[in-house]
């Protein structure tokens, strides 16, 4: 990872397959920070369209999922004894929507957050970067694994909208009403393959 | 950066004639081997006997009608 | 699985990083009240706003929970909530649930979750027609055994105008 005040590579671990005691460590850890956090951008007045995107997701519930369900992978990136990020990975029934992917099978990405102390909008003075990047390189590396070429999916917050689109080379397919109108986008194996270089 | 890899078993199936077939064209429609296909199947039977053990239904439902219908066909 | 990312790779991206608050998934909680949740639960100074609704929330749950002939117990389990969250949420008129419940509840109930995130005051009301339909809700619904004829009504008049909007 990328230790921002440092300015260089530190060495993390990529978690596969978080415990229940690494959810609740996390849970423990994340949501302290996160409202304290909003309590001084409400005191600071700032404005509501700053405000982070998602507030508060229960990883705990998502733990449960992936340990009950063969079909979800969740991962971790662990940094200095804390977790640095968190995603979670269906692989099993959903296929792509580009048209010329149509049917194939993809791993979709369900849910992914960096901890809120990387958050531009939350931290003062966010502390990692690479987060995003690292899970979503994961992510390919197990749609590889599971014989689906890189191919994976997800509908993104809108405050990461533009990293997706230009940061990650993904096709933006636009607003999906079924999904709270969050757009929906999907990298190709040749897309997937562009990432990884 | 650490990764687990989780131990594999080797299994032998017995399949006929139709289901091995059906397991071909899969195969060649969603480009995955047919290993692939058969875990696929494996991770969808499972999120459905789950939920359906916790009293939810599994329905269609009709991308443009909306209509809604249980998995049988007819 | 593995996953070979180089230190070139990592170098390459941190630039690419640098101003990206990644994140993606559903449950969008973008428009979060002033307060966090937890600290509204305790806090004296909930807004006018949020306290506002609360009543219509609870009323809302319990009335539609009566009409479908479910006990709590059995929509607790339904909802994969906690039954205590489910009593507070129809007995404690000042209570504010967790988001997670609260769309757990939209889903099993079949009710609009984003309408029910902000009427239970986990999002900031863009629509200030809620809080008047939410009053009148409240003023017309009273807690029964059975659902009078006069509550059958309300309850779907506030329905549809939250299905609508």
Avoid at chain 1, 51 to 68: C, I, L, N, S, T
Avoid at chain 1, 91 to 106: F, M, R, V, Y
Avoid at chain 2, 54 to 60: A, D, I, S, T, Y
Avoid at chain 3, 124 to 136: F, P
Wanted: overall charge negative.
């Amino acid at each position: 990872m990328h230790d921002r005040k440092a300015r260089r590579l530190v060495e993390a671990t990529l978690i596969d397959g978080i415990t229940r005691a690494e959810a609740e460590k996390a849970e423990a850890e994340w949501k302290p920070y996160l409202e304290e956090q909003l309590k001084r951008m409400a005191a600071e007045g700032v404005p509501k369209d700053r405000w982070p995107q998602h507030g508060h997701w229960d990883w705990r519930q998502k733990q449960e999922a992936a340990d009950a369900y063969l079909a979800y992978r969740m991962f971790g990136v662990e940094c200095q004894s804390q977790m640095q990020g968190l995603m979670l990975v269906l692989t099993a029934g959903k296929n792509c929507q580009i048209e010329s992917q149509k049917g194939k099978p993809l791993a979709y990405v369900h849910f992914l957050a960096a901890a809120p102390w990387n958050l531009a909008t939350v931290a003062p003075d966010p502390r990692f970067s690479l987060v995003g990047s690292i899970l979503v390189a994961t992510a390919i590396h197990l749609s590889i694994e599971e014989e689906f070429q890189g191919r994976i999916g997800l509908h993104s917050l809108p405050q990461a909208d533009e990293w997706y689109r230009n940061s990650c080379g993904m096709t933006d397919l636009g607003r999906d009403h079924a999904v709270q109108d969050l757009r929906y986008f999907e990298m190709t194996p040749e897309q997937a393959s562009e990432f990884l270089k | 950066m650490q990764t687990g890899t989780p131990s594999r078993k080797t299994m032998t199936l017995n399949l006929t004639e139709a289901e091995m077939q059906a397991l071909d064209e899969l195969s060649a429609t969603k480009d995955i081997s047919k290993t692939a296909v058969l875990r696929q199947a494996l991770r969808l039977y499972q999120m459905v006997e789950v939920r359906t053990a916790r009293g939810e239904k599994l329905f269609f439902e009709h991308d443009t009608t909306k209509q809604k219908a249980e998995l049988m066909v007819l | 699985m593995k996953t070979n990312l180089s230190k070139e790779w990592l170098t390459k991206r941190v630039e690419r990083d640098e101003k990206a608050d990644v994140s993606a998934g559903m449950l969008d909680l973008g428009r979060l009240q002033a307060e966090p949740p937890t600290a509204r639960v305790e806090s004296i100074q909930a807004s006018a706003e949020t306290e506002s609704l609360h009543p219509a929330f609870g009323r809302l749950i319990n009335l539609w929970r009566r009409k479908r002939g479910l006990r709590m117990d059995v929509l607790a389990d339904r909802a994969q909530i906690d039954l205590t969250e489910l009593i507070e949420i129809e007995r404690n008129l000042h209570y504010t649930p967790e988001p997670r419940t609260v769309y757990q509840l939209a889903k099993t109930l079949e009710l609009p979750s984003e309408r029910m995130l902000e009427l239970s005051g986990n999002l900031v009301v863009r629509d200030s027609s809620l809080g008047e339909e939410a009053v009148r809700f409240a003023a017309r619904s009273e807690s029964v055994e059975k659902l009078s004829k006069d509550e059958q009504r309300a309850l779907e008049e506030f329905v549809k105008f939250l299905s609508e909007k």
